[in-house]
T-cell receptor, first 114, second 114 residues
Framework: DTGVSQDPRHKITKRGQNVTFRCDPI?????LYWYRQTLGQGPEFLTY????????KSRLLSDRFSAERPKGSFSTLEIQRTEQGDSAMYLC????????????FGEGSRLTVL | GDSVTQMEGPVTLSEEAFLTINCTYT??????LFWYVQYPGEGLQLLLK?????DKGSNKGFEATYRKETTSFHLEKGSVQVSDSAVYFC?????????????FGKGTKLTVNP
């Protein structure tokens, strides 16, 4: 299967701990997006990359959040000093070329902060 | 900013019933419009899209027409099946100000009973 893969699928952590999520996009896709989804809500944009360049960050992305895509392939999203409000599904998506809105999503990484 | 408003769910229908899920949008410029679907346990996937006024997107028996005059993009299907049970998200994309990201509605959960 050559779809978007995310790891881990589930993460339970204690408040104050750091967590890191990884996303492997479809190999020929140069754009990579991170979204956050909470229960009963639609996905909310966090940030996106074109190749290794981070082109936009949402105001939702506080200083505790950092995303990287060092070689323009996989990406990581790190959350430092987690808070209970960070509990959500973190979605990664990728696309090729100019953004036509046709994103390919992974199944998400669910974070639970106790 | 740009936004999408969907009808509140959940929606419960019997098999072969007619489906309408309302979606209206607010955007500057000329957005492209999308419906994404999330089946249980799976990632979001594009269902259909329309890129300009009066365009009709269609896929898997679903249709939606881009209505600029009413800023709407309602999803319809003439005869739903149990396998259509999922969460449906209306979304738009604009490129105003150099930003290129999908903006999603809150989603509408559809349950189809046999």
């Amino acid at each position: 299967d050559t779809g978007v893969s995310q790891d881990p699928r589930h993460k339970i952590t204690k408040r104050g701990q750091n967590v890191t999520f990884r996303c492997d996009p479809i190999s020929e896709h140069n754009r990579l997006y991170w979204y956050r989804q909470t229960l009963g809500q639609g996905p909310e944009f966090l940030t996106y990359f074109q190749n290794e360049a981070q082109l936009e960050k949402s105001r939702l992305l506080s200083d505790r959040f950092s995303a990287e895509r060092p070689k323009g392939s996989f990406s990581t999203l790190e959350i430092q000093r987690t808070e209970q409000g960070d509990s959500a599904m973190y979605l990664c998506a990728s696309s090729f070329g100019l953004n036509t809105g046709e994103l390919f999503f992974g199944e998400g990484s669910r974070l639970t902060v106790l | 900013g740009d936004s999408v408003t969907q009808m509140e769910g959940p929606v419960t229908l019997s098999e072969e019933a007619f489906l309408t899920i309302n979606c209206t949008y607010t955007a500057t410029g000329y957005p492209s419009l999308f419906w994404y679907v999330q089946y249980p346990g799976e990632g979001l996937q594009l269902l259909l899209k329309a890129t300009k006024a009066d365009d009709k997107g269609s896929n898997k028996g679903f249709e939606a027409t881009y209505r600029k005059e009413t800023t709407s993009f309602h999803l319809e299907k003439g005869s739903v099946q149990v396998s259509d049970s999922a969460v449906y998200f209306c979304a738009l994309i604009t490129t105003q100000g150099g930003s290129e990201k999908l903006v999603f509605g809150k989603g509408t959960k559809l349950t189809v009973n046999p």
